[in-house]
């Protein structure tokens, strides 16, 4: 599956990344994670400690698939505005995904500081403007409903933009505590603090086919091996539609640019994330070596030979774009890639849980702020397995109720 393709910053930041064996026996387990990206990782992070013999298997080298490509804005707020999800699900319901989404910030965060290499989380607030004057009564009532549930927040009028920034726009939420980290690092962190707590964990060694018994799953590999495992986590990103498809996932391309470290981002404040209400969108971030991280244009498209022959131009649509907002910070691709972009139709992440595939969970955490949902859903999960089910899970199944108030 041609997910991504062009070159990738994340990456060079661990030239000496740890390396893991190819599985060359059959084994048995009580829990087997398939995918070592950042969800299949966070699974990890959350069975270490379980007690439960847990592997898990990565076709490729690990964090080298979406993880790599991954723009690693940590925020409780998604490409669907949360009056819209009300809308759909109901007050209590998206009351409850907002505190889920909190809990897996700070989660993440907590993470961070357990494992062994620094991932560079830090906590930066978000600016989220009006692209158009139509947009303002939709943020204004987006803040309203933050603000009833909490969450700090504030509602920048165009004066209170053009005093903090070098642009201006008509209206804007300004988050608190949202954050930003590198996720290649942060992946790496949580597979080796996994595996000192007896994870085992392989990578080139690819899944080719499996078996659902009654008593679990029997997973062959392209080693020729075997796995028998109790139960089975897929974690494989945007190539879990490969091993079940869902019919609320859609599918775009997206692109995105790092540049060269930048000199001076003084007319940046505080270096705050930044996104904006136009679809497709433009959102920026920077990085601990002070470089800009700019995404976004995404293309209906989803053959890869269309998506990648607009590369280039997209780079220089987004360089373009970063200086309408900041004219005196120059800046110039040094990496630039595009790819796959998933997103669930209502809105939500989702964990599918199929009859026709026992034993099993289906990790999709599609949407903007993919690691945040990956932290979620991994934390469900794992509670499901180890204390029964989770009252937490029906939320994010695949046949969740709407209009649930």
């Not at 740890?18 to 084994?27: A, C, G, R």
Request: charged share 20%.
């Amino acid at each position: 599956m041609n997910i991504q393709s062009g070159t990738y910053y994340w990456p060079t930041t661990m030239p000496d990344a740890p390396t893991y064996p190819t599985l060359t026996e059959d084994i048995a387990c009580d829990v087997l994670i398939v995918g070592g990206g950042s969800s299949g990782a966070q699974c990890a992070y959350y069975l270490a400690s379980s007690g439960l013999h847990v592997a898990l298997i990565e076709k490729n080298n690990i964090g080298n698939g979406s993880t790599s490509a991954n723009t690693a804005l940590i925020q409780y707020a998604g490409d669907k505005m949360f009056i819209n999800l009300r809308n759909t699900f109901g007050s209590s319901y998206i009351s409850k995904h907002l505190k889920q989404c909190r809990r897996a910030i700070n989660d993440i965060e907590l993470a961070a500081k357990q494992i062994e290499f620094d991932c560079s989380f830090t906590r930066r607030d978000s600016l989220y403007f009006a692209s158009y004057p139509e947009d303002i009564g939709r943020l204004q009532q987006e803040y309203q409903l933050l603000k009833e549930e909490q969450f700090p927040l504030q509602f920048l009028t165009r004066k209170d933009i053009e005093e903090l920034y070098p642009f201006s726009k008509a209206a804007a939420i300004y988050f608190e505590d949202d954050a930003e980290l590198n996720p290649y690092i942060f992946t790496h962190g949580l597979i080796k603090y996994a595996m000192d707590k007896g994870v085992q964990v392989f990578e080139h060694t690819k899944l080719n086919g499996h078996v659902y018994h009654e008593d679990g799953v029997e997973i062959h590999t392209d080693t020729d091996h075997v796995i028998q495992a109790k139960q089975v986590i897929y974690c494989a990103g945007y190539e879990n539609m490969e091993f079940k498809k869902e019919k609320q996932a859609t599918f775009v391309s997206t692109y995105t640019v790092t540049t060269e470290p930048v000199a001076d981002l003084s007319s940046w404040p505080n270096q705050t994330l930044i996104w904006e209400t136009a679809r497709p969108y433009l959102y920026i971030r920077t990085t601990a070596d002070n470089r800009v991280i700019i995404g976004g244009l995404d293309d209906n498209t989803i053959y890869p030979e269309d998506r990648d022959s607009k590369l280039i131009a997209k780079r220089d649509q987004l360089i373009t774009g970063f200086h309408k907002l900041f004219p005196t910070i120059p800046v110039k691709p040094a990496y630039y890639l595009t790819g796959q972009y998933g997103g669930m139709r209502d809105g939500l992440p989702i964990i599918g849980r199929y009859p026709d595939a026992p034993h099993s969970y289906f990790l999709n955490a599609y949407g903007d702020n993919g690691t945040v949902y990956s932290q979620l859903l991994s934390r469900i999960i794992v509670e499901d397995i180890l204390q029964g089910p989770s009252q937490d899970l029906s939320y994010y199944v695949q046949d969740r109720p709407l209009l649930k108030s």
